[in-house]
């Protein structure tokens, strides 16, 4: 008989935002539960962020500003409703990130210190001391205080245990014990970030693979938008030291860079404005213009002295400069290859105001969810993102234990891993050649026979049969189930790519480069009778 651990409510994620919610559901008297597949304040994105976390935040800042501006650059998808919460509630949610421990950069009379960009004072862009990194630190150590919170790291969740349509909790594997675990739980609270993995260059972590998407279409929850990825212009491809590394493009003039194609003719003669760029790179790139490691050289040449260069980077790139050189890479001088990388996802679980989802139980916070920022989002939103809506989730959950019976759920898993110890494929194989695949044919630049083709190559590789064995530490079997989750999730954000028959931010069409009326809508995306369909939702 396996043994059923209970908590009021069960957090996935140990990330800004799950951590977050469970700080919320803990200061109202919950039993809170946080599974993390690694470690917590060590997986996920948010150790990798930078320090821009947004909030209208001191006296003369105006948080109509800051709504106007989220909304301008959603271009007619993002959800007013959620985006007028963000900006709201961001500058309580620094306050408390304040009481919690953090630190921010501050003017000299102690008023946030906001940057000043092309003459103009920016309205709401603070900065973290210490970035992601302190950032997750912070929330961990107030969790930490917290008795009511318990801190379950190396468990991966590999399925939501269902009664009459209410997620009633889940099972989990312990990585370290080996060891198949069953939770019940009387809300679960979804934090289980993006799925950058799924392409070939990204500058997140390795973890970002989306099972939690999956995992939620497979309960019934609707999922909106995922052909809208955030790719990042300069990402470092190689020396392999400083892989996925970002540099700013917007330092690309200020520093005398130049940027290179494989014959070392330069990209454009003009600095073009970030999504003409990433277009033109990519095209450059499955052009056959690559450099060798597939991506395009980054430069600099300039009249100015070694100590001048270093200086102007030291200054606009701040903590990422001094991370780069300590990593070996010396920008000022090297010949570095860059790319484009999946840098954040706009798409993702549909929520409301107050998290839930269209499952009952179930909420999502963070990165995770998909409805809020459209098809693009202001810089340094999503940090604050997680705090609102991890706020948000860890107050509306009202959790209701019911006894579960677990053991049909346990059977199906041990079923699955049956399986996978007699398969032939291993998970590494068939995960590098999905991340190419999405890459060259569902990356920057779409079009409709490339989509096709490559949901063609999907479906080829999901027939494969995928090994794992169940050795210590259980390694393979989490990357098989990642692999697993992966290929599913590429099969419903190529379909997605496919619905969306215009361009419109971050989802170009080479077929229609034209934003159309009739796309300002969210796509859907949805588990029915073990098909994924895509349908629209009217705004
Ligand atoms: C290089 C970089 C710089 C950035 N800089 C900024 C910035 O300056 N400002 C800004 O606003 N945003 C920035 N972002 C974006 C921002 O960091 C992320 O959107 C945010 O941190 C996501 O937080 P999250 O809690 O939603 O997810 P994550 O931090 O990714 O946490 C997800 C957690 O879920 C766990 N998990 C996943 N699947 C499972 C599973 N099956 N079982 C158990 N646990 C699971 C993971 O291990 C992890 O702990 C940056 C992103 C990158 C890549």
Not at 136 to 160: C, G, W, Y
Not at 223 to 245: K, Q, R, T, W, Y
Not at 329 to 334: E, S
Not at 411 to 430: H, N, Y
Request: with cysteine; charged share 25%; proline share 3%.
């Amino acid at each position: 008989m396996t043994e059923i651990i209970k908590s009021d409510v069960v957090v996935i994620g140990g990330g800004a935002a799950g951590l977050r919610s469970a700080l919320e559901a803990a200061d109202r008297g919950y039993k809170v539960l946080v599974l993390c597949k690694g470690l917590v304040g060590k997986s996920g994105i948010t150790p990798l962020a930078s320090d821009g976390i947004s909030a209208a935040i001191n006296k003369d800042d105006q948080i109509e500003l800051h709504l106007e501006e989220s909304l301008r650059v959603a271009q007619g998808i993002g959800d007013p409703k959620l985006l007028n919460l963000l900006v709201k509630e961001a500058p309580d949610r620094l306050k408390d990130l304040v009481e919690y421990g953090a630190k921010f950069k501050l003017e000299d009379d102690a008023r946030f210190f906001h940057p000043t960009r092309s003459g103009k004072r920016d309205n709401h862009t603070c900065y973290i001391k210490g970035g992601g990194v302190s950032l997750n630190n912070v929330l961990r150590k107030a969790a930490q205080t917290r008795p009511s919170i318990q801190l379950h790291e190396d468990v991966m969740v590999l399925k939501f245990v269902k009664e009459d349509d209410q997620v009633t909790g889940v099972i989990a594997v312990d990585i370290a014990l080996n060891k198949l675990i069953a939770i019940s739980a009387g809300a679960v609270i979804l934090a289980t970030g993006g799925y950058e993995e799924l392409w070939h260059f990204t500058d997140t972590s390795t973890d970002s693979t989306g099972e939690g998407l999956v995992l939620a279409m497979e309960s019934g929850a609707d999922l909106v938008d995922l052909e809208m990825v955030l790719f990042h212009p300069l990402v470092v491809i190689h020396p392999p030291s400083a892989n996925g590394c970002f540099v700013p493009y917007d330092i690309v003039n200020s520093i005398g860079a130049r940027l290179l194609n494989g014959k070392m003719r330069d990209l454009s003669q003009d600095i073009l404005p970030p999504t003409a760029f990433l277009r033109l790179v990519y095209k450059t790139i499955c052009g056959g213009d690559a450099t060798p490691h597939g991506g395009f050289y980054f430069k600099i040449q300039t009249d100015k002295s070694e100590g001048q260069v270093i200086d102007s980077l030291r200054e606009r790139m701040g903590i990422r400069f001094t991370h780069l050189e300590k990593l070996g890479v010396r920008l000022h001088t090297d010949l570095i290859e860059m790319a484009p990388g999946a840098h954040y996802c706009l798409g993702g679980i549909q929520i409301d105001e107050d998290c839930k989802t269209s499952v009952g139980g179930l909420f999502a916070a963070g990165e995770v969810s998909g409805n809020i920022h459209g098809a693009s989002r202001l810089f340094s939103n999503a940090l604050t993102e997680t705090q609102v809506f991890g706020y948000r989730a860890g107050r509306a959950v009202k959790p209701k234990l019911r006894l579960k019976d677990f053991k049909e759920s346990m059977t199906q898993v041990e079923k699955e891993i049956q399986k996978l110890s007699s398969g032939d494929e291993s998970p590494a194989k068939i995960r590098s050649e999905l991340k190419t695949l999405m890459w060259n044919l569902a990356g920057l630049v779409r079009r409709e026979d490339l989509l096709r083709k490559a949901l063609e190559k999907i479906s080829i590789l999901s027939r494969q049969s995928i090994r794992a064995e169940r050795n210590t530490f259980c390694h393979q079997l989490v990357a098989a189930f990642e692999v697993k989750a992966m290929l599913k999730l590429s099969e419903a954000v190529v379909k997605s790519c496919l619905a969306r028959t215009e361009s419109r931010g971050h989802h170009y069409r080479d077929d229609y480069p034209q934003m159309s009326e009739d796309w300002t809508a969210h796509t859907r995306t949805r588990m029915i009778k073990e098909e994924i369909v895509v349908d629209h939702i009217e705004l």
